[in-house]
């Protein structure tokens, strides 16, 4: 089989008149084009090239091999200019995932903006809940929430932003039904729950000076669209567990009012997951650094955050050593 690479090198060698400056072009060593360029004459059975101390000389069957070698070298310049190009005005198709809440919500004017800013790019967006498979089914990023990922080779992983936590009711809610001045007295509202992945109601988490309380109120609803128990919240239905970041606007508005605020819930992190290439398409990288001007994570945080995680996973490594132990 003929090497592609040897008639490049070829044309590259009869470009630059001289094994010398073919080798400092290409960044090669001499002694290697030279090697390689004896090779691929042996394999074609004939010389390519005479040599002399002060000059290179083709020979007619190297004129008519050129021919070949500067097609192979046009296909390489083509790609190169093809990448180029791809870099400077990112294009194709981008498909992303995200939960439609987040996208919604927090993601509107970054996403009109980035439609606006690359029109080459045809951004397909998947807005279900379920967990694609990136790899699999072709997908270029997906923005997931949780507070740590599973390890997986094939894919890599970005912390986009950090949303803490607390629990908000209309004030006309607790109005009627009273605030709650400790955790205990939840179970007597009505709470407005996520829907998990594994078709069962979460339960809001607390924590205060390392006390831990974890539970729900026996009278709930349960959906699995954030921003729906948001809405339901504001018209008085009862508790929901809102990331400080959206209820903001509804509690300067006076929609909601937080309950035990003394009280933190375990934030939430949004992560930027993509397939694990070593040089990422320029129109992925742009969405990506699109997201992070609106998505940051202080130092502070992202230390936080890696500390969180590095303790969740001893208290599972201690959970799995107790129970070998007496297991054995």
Known sequence: ??????????????????????????????????????????????????????????????????????????????????????????????????????????????????????PAIELELDLTPRRVDLVGEGYDLAIRMADRLPDDTQLSARRLAVFTTGLYAAPDYLAVHGEPLAPEALADLHGLLVLGRSGEPLPWTLEHDGVLWSGMPAQRTVANSPDLLIRLARAGAGVAAVAHHFAEPHVRRGELRRLLPQWQHQPAVAWAVFPGRRLMPAKTRVFLEALGQVLSVSPEVEQACIAAERRAREREAAALNQFGTQGR
Do not use: C, W, Y
């Not at 090497?3 to 001289?18: H, I, M, T, W, Y």
């Not at 072009?25 to 030279?34: D, E, G």
């Open 1 to 118: 089989m003929l090497d592609p690479n040897d008639l490049l090198l070829f044309a590259r060698v009869a470009e630059a008149g001289s094994f010398s400056r073919a080798a400092e072009r290409l960044r090669l060593p001499k002694s290697t084009v030279s090697r390689r360029i004896a090779a691929l004459e042996r394999q074609l059975g004939e010389r390519l090239m005479q040599r002399t101390t002060r000059k290179l000389t083709l020979t007619e069957f190297g004129l008519a091999v050129l021919d070949h070698g500067r097609q192979v070298a046009a296909e390489v310049d083509g790609a190169l200019a093809l990448a180029l190009h791809r870099q400077a005005r990112p294009s194709g198709k981008l498909r992303v995932s995200m939960p439609g809440d987040f996208a919604s919500v927090s993601l509107a004017d970054m996403l009109a903006g980035f439609v606006r800013d690359h």
